[in-house]
């Protein structure tokens, strides 16, 4: 079965940078696309970044554009986002979760993971 | 990017109720819009795309309709199980876009 487990959640001053990191199981990660989708504390989903199966295309929300980049390594079924010139209003659980489309950007999205937390406080 | 509007933003039900959620898009996405359902302390779950296709795992009391820039998620028979947050999520143009949800409670 689809496994998606997100790790590098930390507290972080403003200004800092972090990466999170997302481990894929149980599908053929090359094949699909990825995307990273957060929820601040108490609030709605927000989306963030996609990445195609061959990380040849890539799209962001615009307030993380110019900081945030996504990126993936096939060879070990991980996904990344590395966050630079963090902000009070990042802070949230960012999920990772795979597209529903094989070798295509879809953007329908049924498998998520648990989340992994940020909290960017001075 | 495309703005999605839910209403209610919560509604109170009953078990067997028939309960209707409406999302509004301030551009027209054609039929790319998925419903999710999000319980507390859990990752949300897709429940609906293309606006009206029901995914493999959605029982169906869950239907779909719409397109353009209205739609809506229906629950025929409401379940104790289905009382959650419900999201709308756009996805026919980037930024890809949620709707700020609604929330089913007793």
């Known amino acids: 079965q689809v496994q998606l487990m997100e790790s590098g959640g930390d507290v972080v001053q403003p200004g800092k940078s972090l990466r999170l990191s997302c481990s894929a199981s149980?599908?053929?990660?090359?094949?699909?696309?990825m995307h990273w989708v957060r929820q601040a504390p108490g609030k709605g989903l927000e989306w963030v970044s996609v990445?195609?199966?061959?990380?040849?295309?890539?799209s962001y929300l615009d307030s993380v554009k110019g900081r945030f980049t996504i990126s993936r390594d096939n060879s070990k079924s991980t996904l990344y986002l590395q966050m630079n010139s963090l902000r009070l209003e990042d802070t949230g659980l960012y999920y990772c979760a795979r597209d529903a489309g094989r070798k295509t950007i879809f953007g329908v999205i049924p498998y998520w993971g648990q989340g992994s937390l940020i909290t960017v406080s001075s | 990017a495309i703005q999605l509007t839910q209403s209610p933003s919560s509604l109170s039900a009953s078990v067997g109720d028939r309960v209707t959620i409406t999302c509004r898009s301030s551009q027209g996405i054609s039929s790319a819009l998925a419903w999710f359902q999000q319980k507390p302390g859990k990752a949300p779950k897709l429940l609906m795309y293309?606006?009206?296709g029901l995914e493999t795992w959605t029982p169906p009391r869950f239907s779909g309709s719409g397109s353009g820039t209205d739609f809506t998620l229906t629950i025929s028979g409401l379940l104790a199980e289905d009382f959650a947050t419900y999201y709308c999520?756009?996805?026919?143009?980037?930024?890809?876009?949620f709707g700020p949800g609604t929330t089913v409670d007793f």
């Open positions: 149980g599908f053929s990660f090359g094949s699909y696309a």
């Open positions: 293309d606006a009206s």
């Open positions: 990445i195609s199966f061959d990380g040849t295309t890539k």
């Open positions: 999520q756009q996805y026919n143009t980037y930024p890809f876009t």
